[in-house]
């Protein structure tokens, strides 16, 4: 972990983005993230990367931390909730480190919660803001995902798989002891849901990917969607047993 430290950071926000062999971008990124939220504490998560993203990310001001093997999204997300309870922040935002997020719009995401609206905020793409395109495969599995995770948490939810998202400090207590690690974008809302906390969503500017290779791209992104409606269809079930 570099030594800048944390307790200098004026608006109690933490800034986490995890990032896996995105040295092409995650400078970048942090920069950005940088310029649009001044007072936030950047935190960049080293998913076990084997080319120069957590010299990159050093360079452009972040503190890193560097996890000695890949863990995954879920487990490196969670490393920086760890942080942010460890260092008391009241609010974390999740950016990716490949470019997709725009961090001008991060204080859309921020604001339900800073106003007492909402526990976790989720930047959706398909709210009318902005010309985001999925492939045609992906768009059909995030809509029946969408009607799964509607359906646990009682609520409309449009954009399951995004991982631009904030929460506020309930929402940091709880992903720092439990987040799911297999499909941990959509597994997080029904946990959180579930949880009593308030979900709502916001609609938000993407762009795509400026460098590296989706982890559920081509063939794996079938795979992906079947797995995690198969367990959201079981959790259902099980839910509904247990009642």
């Known amino acids: ?22 040295e092409a971008a995650v400078g970048a990124v ?16 080293d998913d076990g990367s084997h080319d120069r993203t957590a010299q990159e990310s050093e360079k452009a001001g972040a503190t890193v ?4 093997v890949n ?12 942080f942010a309870l460890r260092y008391d922040f009241d609010y974390a935002v999740q950016i990716d480190g490949d470019g997709q997020h725009d961090p001008a719009e991060a204080q859309r995401i921020l604001e339900p919660i800073q106003q007492g609206s909402a526990d976790i905020v989720v930047g959706s793409r398909w709210l009318g803001r902005g010309g ?16 799964l995770v509607s359906r646990s948490a009682g609520m409309v939810v449009t954009d399951t798989t995004s ?17 799911p690690t297999d499909f941990p974008e959509v597994e997080t809302l029904v946990l959180a849901t579930q949880r009593g906390l ?11 990917r400026t460098s590296g290779t989706s982890s559920i791209a081509g063939a794996k992104s079938f795979y992906y969607m079947v797995r995690v409606i198969t367990v959201l269809m ?5 839910r509904k047993d247990r009642a």
């Open 1 to 22: 972990m570099s030594s800048k430290s944390p307790c200098a950071a004026g608006g109690k926000i933490c800034v986490i983005i995890p990032a896996f062999n995105e």
């Open 30 to 45: 942090v920069r950005l993230v940088s310029d649009e939220m001044p007072t936030a504490h950047i935190v960049v998560v």
């Open 65 to 68: 931390l560097q996890l000695p």
């Open 71 to 82: 863990l995954g999204i879920g487990g490196a997300v969670q490393a920086g909730f760890r």
């Open 132 to 147: 985001y395109i999925a492939p045609k495969g992906r768009r059909v599995g995030m809509r029946i995902l969408a009607r």
């Open 163 to 179: 991982g631009f998202r904030a929460v506020g400090r309930k929402g940091i207590e709880l992903f720092a002891e439990e987040y």
């Open 198 to 208: 308030r979900l709502q969503e916001v609609g938000v500017r993407m762009n795509q």
């Open 234 to 238: 079981v959790d259902s079930i099980g």
